[in-house]
């Protein structure tokens, strides 16, 4: 049986999230997903929250067969947690690690 490829976004928000809530938030998350891809591809996104570097940045674990569907949902999304926010995919890579190389936190420094 062969393994699924993945790809790793590095999502970008337009304003801070509450991190403490993450639960909460990545239920909203996938919500709005499966709303705007569809129940039959999400399936083949799937998309999954790997971590959050800061309030307004997190990395997107999603399949491959899936990488266009999910950048596009995540630029249609318009309203999360009750106001209006706007989502960017800033990068996209096979692993984590080169995904977050050179990729400055707000405080300054390399986030991993």
Same mark, same amino acid.
């Not at 239920?27 to 959050?52: A, C, D, Q, S, T």
């Not at 997190?58 to 999910?70: P, Y």
């Not at 890579?93 to 190389?101: D, M, P, R």
């Given at each position: 049986?062969? /393994? %699924? %490829? &993945?790809?790793? #976004?590095? @999502? $970008?928000?337009? /304003?801070?999230?509450?991190? $403490? &809530?993450?639960?909460? *938030?990545? /239920? $909203?998350?996938?919500?709005?997903?499966?709303? +705007?891809?569809?129940?039959?591809?999400?399936?083949? @996104?799937?998309? /999954?929250?790997?971590?959050?570097?800061?309030?307004?940045? *997190?990395? +997107? %674990?999603?399949?491959?067969?899936? *990488?266009?569907? &999910?950048?596009?949902? +995540? =630029? #249609?999304?318009?309203?999360?947690?009750?106001?209006?926010? =706007?989502?960017?995919? *800033?990068?996209?890579?096979?692993?984590?690690? !080169? +995904? @977050?190389?050179?990729?400055?936190?707000?405080?300054?420094?390399? !986030?991993?």
């Amino acid at each position: 049986m062969m /393994r %699924k %490829k &993945s790809r790793y #976004l590095l @999502v $970008e928000t337009s /304003r801070e999230t509450n991190i $403490e &809530s993450v639960s909460n *938030l990545e /239920r $909203e998350f996938y919500r709005k997903i499966r709303f +705007l891809v569809g129940e039959m591809n999400y399936h083949r @996104v799937n998309p /999954r929250i790997m971590r959050f570097l800061d309030p307004k940045r *997190l990395i +997107l %674990k999603v399949n491959f067969e899936g *990488l266009e569907d &999910s950048i596009l949902a +995540l =630029a #249609l999304m318009k309203r999360f947690d009750n106001a209006d926010t =706007a989502f960017w995919t *800033l990068k996209s890579s096979g692993t984590i690690k !080169a +995904l @977050v190389k050179k990729i400055p936190t707000l405080d300054g420094h390399n !986030a991993l």
